[in-house]
C-alpha cells in the first residue's frame, strides 16, 4: 500500500488532483434577453428567447450583432488559459423560391481579426434551412492575455421570387477558458473534497 503524507491510498488521491488539476473558468455569458453591455445590434431583437430576427420580407437587409462597432475585442481571455471554448445555442429557420442569404459567425482577437467559424448559404439550389442545436468552436488561435471579439451577421441579399422567411434565434453564448493553471474556484475546490 503507497502512502502519501500519512494517507493510506495516497496514489489514488495523487491521481484524483492530477485529474482534476484542469481547471475551467466561463469568461463569458448571457442569454440575450436584453443587449449585453457595450454591444451593439442592427435588426436583432431581444427577448426571453434570445437575440432573434423572426419576420417574413420581401426586401433584402442583413443583421448584426456584435461586440461593438466595428467589432471591439472586449472579452478577456486570462492568463493560465490554454485554450478557449465557444457554446452557442441557436435556432434557424429560413427559406424563400431562388433565395440568396448567408448567416454566419465570426470570433477573433486584437492580432487574428475575424474569421468564420460558422456559414450557412441558401440557394436556389438549397432554398431552405430549419436547424437547432448547440455549435461548439475551440479557435486555436486565441491565447491567454488575447481579447475577444464576437460577431453574428445574416446578409439577406434577395429573400425569394415569392419572400422570405427569417427566423434566426441565438439562445444563449457562453465562452469558456480552460488551463491547468486558472485559479481553482472555492465551489470546485469543494467538489474536489466531496470526491475524497
Known amino acids: 500500500m503507497v502512502t502519501f503524507r500519512g494517507i493510506p491510498g495516497g496514489a489514488g488521491l495523487i491521481l484524483l488532483l492530477a485529474a482534476t488539476g484542469f481547471a475551467d473558468s466561463v469568461i463569458f455569458e448571457t442569454d440575450f434577453a436584453e443587449l449585453p453591455y457595450n ?68 470570433l ?26 448547440t455549435l461548439t468552436f475551440s479557435p486555436t488561435w486565441v491565447q491567454a492575455g488575447d481579447f475577444l471579439g464576437v460577431y453574428f451577421r445574416a446578409d439577406i441579399i434577395y429573400p ?13 453564448l457562453e465562452i469558456t477558458a480552460y488551463g491547468d493553471a486558472l485559479h481553482l474556484e472555492q465551489s470546485t475546490w469543494g467538489s474536489v473534497k466531496t470526491l475524497l
Open 160 to 172: 425569394g421570387d415569392d419572400g422570405g422567411i427569417i427566423a434566426w434565434y441565438i439562445h444563449n
Open 39 to 106: 454591444w451593439y445590434a442592427s435588426t436583432f431583437q431581444f427577448g426571453s428567447e434570445g437575440a432573434y430576427i423572426d419576420l417574413f420580407t420581401y426586401s433584402g437587409f442583413d443583421a448584426n450583432l456584435s461586440t461593438g462597432l466595428p467589432v471591439e475585442y472586449i472579452i478577456f481571455v486570462p492568463d493560465g488559459t490554454d485554450s478557449v471554448e465557444v457554446k452557442v445555442d441557436y435556432t434557424l429557420h429560413a427559406s424563400g423560391l431562388n433565395p440568396s442569404m448567408e448567416f454566419k459567425i465570426m
Open 108 to 133: 477573433g482577437t486584437q492580432s487574428a481579426p475575424l474569421q468564420t467559424v460558422w456559414k450557412i448559404i441558401l440557394s436556389p439550389s438549397n432554398p431552405q434551412i430549419n436547424i437547432s442545436g
